[in-house]
C-alpha cells in the first residue's frame, strides 16, 4: 500500500474514503434536489432568433437590426396556389377568399391586416398564384412560427399541411417562403432534447452491457451521467437567463451527446483501473484510491483538453459557435466532475457484487495481459516501422476522398433528409414566379440617396427590375434613412444569389454618402459563410496548440505530443475523406455546410485524443518500471479493451445525431463517430503503437526518461 503515498491516498479518500463516499453522494442528491426544476427550462431560454446565428459585425446583422425600427421583424410566410393546365374560376374564387380569411387572422404572431395578394404568374391564362402572409417575429417569435403555420394551414382549408393535389390537374396548395421553411424547420428540432437523450441512453445501455456485461453495473455510470447532464442543464439554464449565455436547438442538442459520450468515457477509464487494483487489493476503497490516483491525471487532462478546446470557439465570429462554446465546455466540465466524485463513490458503495456475474476477485489473473491487444502489441514490436508506415500511407489515401467534400452550405431543398411541405411549395412556385420571391433582399440607405440606390440596385444582374420598392406600411424610423426591398431572380438560397448579393452591396456602397447597407436572408447566409472560413482558419490551429501544451504538461516531453498531434490530424483528414465518399455515393447528400469541417475537427481532436492520452499516461507510467518498448506493449494491452469500449460508446452517442431529419446534423453526427472508430481501432491500436515501438525511449525527450530507459528504478525519481 506504501506505493500510494499520502498525496494519492488523500485525494482518492476525499471521494471514496469509508465516511467520504456517503458525504459524496449527500452532496450530489443536494444538488440535484436544487436543480432539477431548473434543467426541465433550458428549452425555454434558448434563443434561436436570427442574431443568435449571424455573424455580429456582419452587414447582415446590422440590417436585421436596423429594421426593427422601421416595422416589427417579421418573416413572411407564402402560401402557392398552382394547377399546370390553368387556375380556373373556381380555383381564383378560393384564393380570394381565403385572401379576406387570411387578413382577418392575429394568431400567433400573424398580421393578417398586412396579408399582400393574391400575385398571379404573368401567363395570359395564370396557371400559378401567391399570397404573403408576415409574421411578427419578436423575442417569442421563432417559437410561434409552426404554430402560426398550422394556423395558416387551417384558415385556408389545407390542415394536413400537404398538397390537395392528387394527380389529374388538380389545384396544389402549398405553404413556403421563410415562414414555411422555418416552420418546418422548427418541427424538425421539435423534441430535439427528449430524441436525442433517448437515443444517446439507449447506446449508452447496449454497449455497457456488452462491455460490463453486468446488468447492474450499467446502472452506476448511467445514474452518474444523467445526474451530470441535469446539472449542467440547470447551470447552463441558469447562466442563460441572468449572465446572457446564448443557448439555441443546435448547442442544447449538441450538450445532450457530449455530456452523454464524455461522461461514459470517463467512466469505462476509470472503471478499468479500478478492476486492476480490485485484484490486488482487498480492501475496495483502497482499490478505487489507487485507481483515482492512477487513472485520474489521465482523466482530468482529457477533460481539460475537450473543455480549453471547446472554450477555443469563443473567438469565432459566428454567434451560434461562439454560443455553443461555453455550453459545451460547462456540459463537459460537469460530466467531469461527476465521473470524479459521484461514480466513483457510487462504485465503492454497491461494493464488488455490482460487477456481477464477472466479479474481479483479489488475487486473481488480470486478463488483459493474455488478451488480444497483448498479443497485437507483440506482433506489432518486429516490424513497427513497416506497420506506422503502412497505416499512415493507407490513412493518407483515405483522405483523398477530401476532393469529393463541399463544405460550401446546405441549401433549404438540401437541408432535410425528407422533404417537408415548403420545399415542395418552393420547387413549385419557382416554376412560375422569380425564384427569389418570397424572401428578398432588403436595402436600407439615406433618404437623399435612395432613389439613386434604388436605381442601381434595380440595374443589377440577378435582380428583377421592377420588384423594388418599399413594402405596405413600412415608413421611414427617422427622417434620412429608408428601406427598400428587391426580389432576385434566383432561389435565395443559391450559390448564384449570393453572387447577386456581393454585386448589389457593391453597387449600393459606391453611392456617395449613400450609407446603404444589404441585407436579407440570402446576405445572412453569404455573411454566415464568410464568418464560418474566418472560424475555420483561425480555431483549428488555435485547438491544435491547446491540445499540444496539455499533452506536453502532462506526459512532459515534447516529441510524443508532437507526434500525438500529427496522428490526430491524419486521423481527422481519413475521416473527412471517407465520410466525404459516402456523402455523394451513398446517401446521396448535396453538400455539407460550411461550418461542418470545424465541428467535426473539434470533436475529433478534443475527444479522440483522449484515447491517446490514456494510453500515453500508462506507457509512460510502466515505461518508468520497465523500459519504453516493454512498457507500450503492457500499455495497449492493459488499455486496449477498455479504450476500444469507450470509443464505441463515444461513436454511438454522437451517431444518434442521425435520428434527427437535419442532413447537417446527421453528417456531424457520422463524420464523428466515424473519426472516433479510426482513432479507436487504427490509429490508437497501431499507428501510434508502431510509431512508439520505432521512436523507443527518444520519444519522451527532453525528459530523463529517453536517458534512462534501462534504469528499472527510474519510477522513483520521475
Given at each position: 500500500m506504501t506505493e500510494l503515498g499520502t498525496g494519492g491516498r488523500g485525494i482518492g479518500h476525499l471521494v471514496c474514503g469509508r465516511r467520504a463516499k456517503w458525504v459524496v453522494l449527500v452532496l450530489w442528491l443536494v444538488v440535484l434536489f436544487i436543480?432539477?426544476?431548473?434543467?426541465?427550462?433550458?428549452?425555454?431560454?434558448?434563443?434561436?432568433?436570427?442574431?443568435?446565428?449571424?455573424?455580429?459585425?456582419?452587414?447582415?446583422?446590422?440590417?436585421?437590426?436596423?429594421?426593427?425600427?422601421?416595422?416589427?421583424?417579421?418573416?413572411?410566410?407564402?402560401?402557392?396556389?398552382?394547377?399546370?393546365?390553368?387556375?380556373?374560376?373556381?380555383?381564383?374564387?378560393?384564393?380570394?377568399?381565403?385572401?379576406?380569411?387570411?387578413?382577418?387572422?392575429?394568431?400567433?404572431?400573424?398580421?393578417?391586416?398586412?396579408?399582400?395578394?393574391?400575385?398571379?404568374?404573368?401567363?395570359?391564362?395564370?396557371r400559378a398564384a401567391q399570397i404573403y402572409v408576415p409574421i411578427t417575429m419578436d423575442e417569442k417569435g421563432w417559437e410561434r412560427i409552426a404554430p402560426a403555420v398550422d394556423s395558416i394551414r387551417e384558415d385556408i382549408g389545407e390542415e394536413g399541411g400537404r398538397s390537395s393535389a392528387e394527380g389529374g390537374g388538380g389545384l396544389a396548395v402549398h405553404i413556403t417562403g421563410p415562414g414555411g421553411t422555418s416552420a418546418d424547420f422548427s418541427e424538425a428540432f421539435e423534441g430535439i432534447d427528449s430524441t436525442l437523450l433517448m437515443s444517446a441512453m439507449a447506446v449508452v445501455i447496449v454497449m455497457l452491457l456488452l462491455t460490463y456485461r453486468s446488468p447492474s453495473l450499467l446502472l452506476v455510470p448511467l445514474l452518474s451521467v444523467i445526474a451530470a447532464?441535469?446539472?449542467?442543464?440547470?447551470?447552463?439554464?441558469?447562466?442563460?437567463?441572468?449572465?446572457?449565455?446564448?443557448?439555441?436547438?443546435?448547442?442544447?442538442?449538441?450538450?445532450?451527446?457530449?455530456?452523454?459520450?464524455?461522461?461514459?468515457?470517463?467512466?469505462?477509464?476509470?472503471?478499468?483501473?479500478?478492476r486492476e487494483e480490485l485484484r490486488r487489493h482487498e480492501d475496495r476503497h483502497e482499490a478505487m484510491a489507487l485507481a483515482l490516483h492512477r487513472a485520474g491525471p489521465a482523466v482530468l487532462a482529457s477533460g481539460a483538453t475537450v473543455v480549453l478546446s471547446m472554450l477555443v470557439l469563443l473567438v469565432a465570429e459566428m454567434?451560434?459557435?461562439?454560443?455553443?462554446?461555453?455550453?459545451?465546455?460547462?456540459?463537459?466540465?460537469?460530466?467531469?466532475?461527476?465521473?470524479?466524485?459521484?461514480?466513483?463513490?457510487?462504485?465503492?458503495?454497491?461494493g464488488r457484487w455490482v460487477f456481477w456475474p464477472v466479479i474481479p476477485h483479489f488475487g486473481t489473473a488480470d486478463p488483459t495481459e493474455l488478451g488480444l491487444w497483448a498479443?497485437?502489441?507483440?506482433?506489432?514490436?518486429?516490424?513497427?516501422?513497416?506497420?506506422?508506415?503502412?497505416?499512415?500511407?493507407?490513412?493518407?489515401?483515405?483522405?483523398?476522398?477530401?476532393?469529393?467534400?463541399?463544405?460550401?452550405g446546405i441549401s433549404n431543398a438540401d437541408a432535410f433528409t425528407g422533404k417537408p411541405d415548403s420545399i415542395v411549395g418552393q420547387e413549385v412556385s419557382e416554376r412560375y414566379f422569380p425564384a427569389g420571391s418570397g424572401d428578398p433582399l432588403v436595402i436600407i440607405s439615406n433618404q437623399a440617396q435612395a432613389r439613386e440606390v434604388g436605381q442601381v440596385v434595380a440595374d443589377t444582374p440577378g435582380v428583377v427590375p421592377d420588384s423594388l420598392g418599399l413594402p405596405p406600411g413600412t415608413k421611414p424610423a427617422h427622417e434620412g434613412q429608408v428601406l427598400f426591398e428587391a426580389t432576385m431572380s434566383d432561389p435565395a438560397d443559391s450559390e448564384a444569389?449570393?453572387?447577386?448579393?456581393?454585386?448589389?452591396?457593391?453597387?449600393?456602397?459606391?453611392?456617395?454618402?449613400?450609407?446603404?447597407?444589404v441585407g436579407g436572408g440570402t446576405a445572412a447566409l453569404l455573411d454566415m459563410d464568410e464568418a464560418t472560413t474566418h472560424d475555420n482558419v483561425l480555431i483549428i490551429p488555435l485547438v491544435l496548440v491547446v491540445v499540444l501544451l496539455i499533452l506536453c504538461v502532462l506526459l512532459r516531453a515534447l516529441i510524443a505530443p508532437l507526434l500525438l498531434i500529427g496522428t490526430v490530424i491524419l486521423s481527422f483528414t481519413a475521416a473527412l475523406g471517407i465520410s466525404a465518399l459516402a456523402f455523394r455515393y451513398l446517401f446521396d447528400y448535396a453538400g455539407e455546410s460550411t461550418d461542418f469541417p470545424l465541428f467535426v475537427f473539434v470533436f475529433l481532436v478534443a475527444l479522440g485524443i483522449d484515447y491517446n492520452i490514456f494510453l500515453t499516461t500508462r506507457i509512460r507510467e510502466e515505461a518508468a518500471h520497465q523500459g519504453t518498448?516493454?512498457?507500450?506493449?503492457?500499455?495497449?494491452?492493459?488499455?486496449?479493451?477498455?479504450?476500444?469500449?469507450?470509443?464505441?460508446?463515444?461513436?454511438?452517442?454522437?451517431?444518434?445525431?442521425?435520428?434527427?431529419?437535419?442532413?447537417?446534423?446527421?453528417?456531424?453526427?457520422?463524420?464523428?463517430?466515424?473519426?472516433?472508430?479510426?482513432?479507436?481501432?487504427?490509429?490508437?491500436?497501431?499507428?501510434?503503437?508502431a510509431?512508439?515501438?520505432?521512436?523507443?525511449?527518444?520519444?519522451?525527450?527532453?525528459?530523463?526518461?529517453?536517458?534512462?530507459?534501462?534504469?528499472?528504478?527510474?519510477?522513483?525519481?520521475?
Open positions: 436543480v432539477a426544476p431548473f434543467a426541465s427550462k433550458l428549452t425555454d431560454a434558448q434563443d434561436n432568433e436570427a442574431t443568435s446565428w449571424l455573424p455580429g459585425s456582419a452587414e447582415s446583422t446590422q440590417v436585421l437590426e436596423l429594421s426593427e425600427d422601421f416595422r416589427p421583424q417579421q418573416i413572411p410566410a407564402v402560401v402557392v396556389y398552382a394547377r399546370e393546365s390553368g387556375l380556373t374560376a373556381g380555383d381564383r374564387s378560393r384564393i380570394e377568399e381565403d385572401v379576406r380569411e387570411l387578413k382577418q387572422l392575429r394568431d400567433h404572431g400573424i398580421i393578417g391586416d398586412r396579408t399582400r395578394g393574391p400575385v398571379y404568374d404573368r401567363e395570359t391564362g395564370p447532464l441535469f446539472t449542467a442543464q440547470a447551470l447552463i439554464y441558469l447562466l442563460a437567463e441572468h449572465a446572457g449565455l446564448t443557448v439555441n436547438g443546435q448547442s442544447a442538442g449538441i450538450l445532450t451527446v457530449l455530456v452523454f459520450g464524455a461522461g461514459t468515457d470517463y467512466a469505462l477509464l476509470l472503471v478499468a483501473r479500478y454567434n451560434s459557435t461562439r454560443g455553443l462554446g461555453p455550453v459545451a465546455a460547462i456540459g463537459v466540465a460537469v460530466a467531469l466532475l461527476a465521473m470524479m466524485t459521484l461514480f466513483p463513490a457510487l462504485l465503492v458503495i454497491f498479443r497485437m502489441g507483440r506482433r506489432i514490436t518486429h516490424r513497427p516501422r513497416m506497420v506506422w508506415v503502412a497505416t499512415a500511407a493507407a490513412l493518407v489515401l483515405c483522405s483523398l476522398g477530401l476532393i469529393q467534400l463541399r463544405a460550401e444569389a449570393k453572387d447577386t448579393v456581393e454585386r448589389v452591396r457593391d453597387a449600393v456602397h459606391a453611392v456617395p454618402e449613400a450609407d446603404a447597407q518498448r516493454k512498457g507500450v506493449v503492457t500499455g495497449l494491452a492493459a488499455t486496449g479493451a477498455v479504450i476500444t469500449s469507450a470509443g464505441l460508446v463515444l461513436a454511438g452517442t454522437f451517431a444518434a445525431l442521425g435520428t434527427l431529419p437535419m442532413v447537417a446534423f446527421a453528417e456531424i453526427g457520422f463524420a464523428v463517430a466515424l473519426g472516433v472508430l479510426l482513432d479507436t481501432f487504427v490509429v490508437r491500436s497501431v499507428l501510434v503503437t510509431l512508439f515501438l520505432d521512436v523507443g525511449p527518444n520519444v519522451w525527450w527532453p525528459h530523463r526518461l529517453a536517458r534512462e530507459e534501462d534504469n528499472h528504478h527510474v519510477g522513483s525519481t520521475v
